[in-house]
Structures are given as C-alpha cells and as structure tokens.
T-cell receptor
Framework: GENVEQHPSTLSVQEGDSAVIKCTYS??????FPWYKQELGKRPQLIID?????GEKKDQRIAVTLNKTAKHFSLHITETQPEDSAVYFC????????????FGSGTQLTVLP | KAGVTQTPRYLIKTRGQQVTLSCSPI?????VSWYQQTPGQGLQFLFE???????NKGNFPGRFSGRQFSNSRSEMNVSTLELGDSALYLC?????????????FGQGTRLTVV
C-alpha cells in the first residue's frame, strides 16, 4: 500500500520567515495530495491540495509543489504569522476508486513572535 | 452549508463494552471515510463508505465495523473495547467517491477506554 513520509517532525520559525515541510510517497499511481492543518483540539482543516497533472499551486501565502518523478511534494508558507502555528499533515490518495488517504506523521510548526 | 457533524464529541467506556459513533456528512456528499488518530500512530484509515457500500477497509481488526444509511449518514461500531482503542475518531466526507476529491473532516469523537 501507499506509504507517506513527512519531515521535519517539528519546525520553529520567526514570524515573517518562510516554512517548508516535505513529504515523499511510495505509490506512483497516487494522483491527489492534500495538506491539512490541525490546531490543538480541532479538526484537520484542508488548506491546499494538488493533483498530479500540475506541478505547483498557490493560494495567497501558501503554495504546494509536486515532483512526480521523485515522488515528493512540499508545502511552503511565506510571511508566517503566529496563527500559522499548528500541526500540518500531508497525505496521498490510494489509487483506485475508493476514497482513502494515507497521511504523513505530521509537522508541529511553531511561529515565534 | 453545515459541515461534517460527529456525535457524540466525547465518550468514556469500559474495557469489553461496545460503542457506536455517528457521522453526518455535508449535505450532498455521498462518501464517508473514517480515521483513527492517536499520538503514536497518527491518522490511520479505517474504512470508506459510498452509496451504502463499504469500498475499502484499513488494517484494523474485525471489531471495527461500520455502515452507511441511504441519507449518507454513517456509523462506526467498535465491539469488545480495548484500552488501545482510546483515540480521536474522525470522519471525512467527500462529494463523490473519486479518489482525487476533497475530503472534509468532522470535529471527531474522543473515545476513552478505561
């Protein structure tokens, strides 16, 4: 089955700096890669996603890049703010018609004021 | 549009008991997936239902089961509870059953087994 690895597990940045979180996946047939933000005690919230037919997608301060050849994708957050502090999860879908996501182990991002 | 609703939010059960959790997806969404979240194992897929049919199941024992009703609401059941079943159980709904559609999570049910 699909395996997703995520790095780093913790990341601290100064407010205003950029943060980058990286994930690799194992199944070349995966074609959908969402990113979720989970604040303490809250639900995972979809913040951005990318499909395998594009290499990059941007939404304001957040961007995701995908390298299908290397089977890795990354989340980039620019001009970080304290409210960006949370756990971020990457995920990859399982090939086929069923709706199943395999998640990375998460990155605790702390933005220091 | 209301989001994904899970009930109850919190549950405390004793070892050996069984429990049923409920998930109401976003109106119009037909796919419901269930995940278990623990500090040690992270987010793990349990199963997915689409049009009342279980289409995929994760690597969990048979004590974990579920179903989906004609209105797309879903329930999951855990029988003979073990201490290790303590976790946050999350459901996610998707408009279609296609593998590349967005999945939106509910607030989860926090299950504690004592």
């Amino acid at each position: 089955g699909e395996n997703v690895e995520q790095h780093p597990s913790t990341l601290s940045v100064q407010e205003g700096d950029s943060a980058v979180i990286k994930c690799t996946y194992s199944d070349s047939a995966s074609n959908y890669f969402p990113w979720y933000k989970q604040e303490l005690g809250k639900r995972p919230q979809l913040i951005i996603d990318i499909r395998s037919n594009v290499g990059e997608k941007k939404d304001q301060r957040i961007a995701v890049t995908l390298n299908k050849t290397a089977k890795h994708f990354s989340l980039h957050i620019t001009e970080t703010q304290p409210e960006d502090s949370a756990v971020y999860f990457c995920a990859a879908n399982s090939p086929g018609s069923a709706r199943q996501l395999t998640f990375g182990s998460g990155t605790q991002l702390t933005v220091l004021p | 549009k209301a989001g994904v609703t899970q009930t109850p939010r919190y549950l405390i059960k004793t070892r050996g008991q069984q429990v049923t959790l409920s998930c109401s997806p976003i109106s119009g969404h037909r796919s419901v997936s269930w995940y278990q979240q623990t500090p040690g194992q992270g987010l793990q897929f349990l199963f997915e239902y689409f049009s009342e049919t279980q289409r995929n199941k994760g690597n969990f024992p048979g004590r974990f089961s579920g179903r989906q009703f004609s209105n797309s609401r879903s329930e999951m059941n855990v029988s003979t509870l073990e201490l290790g079943d303590s976790a946050l159980y999350l459901c996610a709904s998707s408009f279609s059953g296609q593998g590349d559609t967005e999945a939106f999570f509910g607030q989860g049910t926090r299950l504690t087994v004592v």
